[in-house]
């Protein structure tokens, strides 16, 4: 069974945009926003990210926020703002704009 492990960042972050992250070890990660998707093969992701976008501007928080980690084995996750709106918003718009995509190759 993974261990689990969870911290709280100290330093409290404010006029950030809400946020979903996971490194899966050393094979990927993935950045889930409501207004992009960054993605990444391998350990790093400076430099090595790729973005799809929403088309919209990203919205930050009013409230200042601590982001938190929680490690369960080789994954390492952290989000900032609540992990369910998060992915339930960001969700969402992805569905939506695969959607719009679909009905636009539809009329052509």
Known sequence: MPVVKTESSSIVEAGQERQFTVQAGSLFGVDVRPSRLFFWVGPEREGHERIVSLGRAPKVMRAA???RFVKVGAAEISYL???AYTLGVSLYRYARQLAQARLEKLDR
């Open 65 to 67: 926020r601590h982001r």
């Open 81 to 83: 703002g609540n992990p």
